[in-house]
């Protein structure tokens, strides 16, 4: 049994981490540069994802997923694609719309318990997407978060994001923009 949860820890960790940057609680992350194993990548085209090797793995790791044409930046529409992809995958019951149950599944990842914390910044989260107050999030509302997101990322206001746009966001606390 051990062996088996030493196993599942690193994909544990990884899920919560994406988690997190998907909406934005990766700054709570300790933040540490990468290391020996963690080499800096370069998309096909041979732009560096991580120049100097300086971004921390999960940081890497999202943006790598997030490039569709894998040029090294993330586009609105390549942003975009990637987060009605994830809609739809938490959306288990297909009825175009997240439940509060869902989002809250979905969010801890295959963990057995989340802490209070967890529960309560996920459902602030959750609180906030659903500005109609409804009880689920409608595509129109992810959209609109996931709008949100994107400008708050892209600091230089260009319409991509770099590898340093891309990292950890806290937007309820984040007033730098």
Do not use: C
């Amino acid at each position: 049994m051990a062996i088996l949860s030493r196993a599942l820890l690193p994909l544990s960790l990884a899920a919560a981490v994406g988690l997190m940057m998907t909406f934005g609680f990766g700054a709570a992350m300790a933040q540490q540069p990468a290391a020996a194993g963690n080499p800096t990548a370069a998309s096909p085209s041979g732009t560096a994802v991580n120049p100097g090797g300086t971004l921390p793995r999960h940081q890497v790791r999202m943006i790598t997923m997030v490039d569709q044409n894998k040029d090294g930046v993330v586009t609105h529409d390549e942003y975009m694609h990637y987060r009605n992809g994830l809609f739809a995958r938490i959306d288990k019951n297909k009825d175009g719309a997240i439940s509060r149950d869902e989002f809250m599944a979905w969010s801890r990842h295959g963990h057995d318990r989340m802490s209070s914390r967890g529960e309560k910044e996920y459902g602030a989260e959750f609180a906030a997407v659903n500005k109609s107050g409804s009880g689920s999030i409608t595509k129109a509302e992810w959209e609109s978060r996931s709008n949100e997101l994107f400008a708050l990322r892209d600091r230089k206001k260009d319409g991509k994001l770099t590898p340093d746009e891309f990292g950890p966001l806290m937007p309820r606390h984040n007033t730098a923009g």
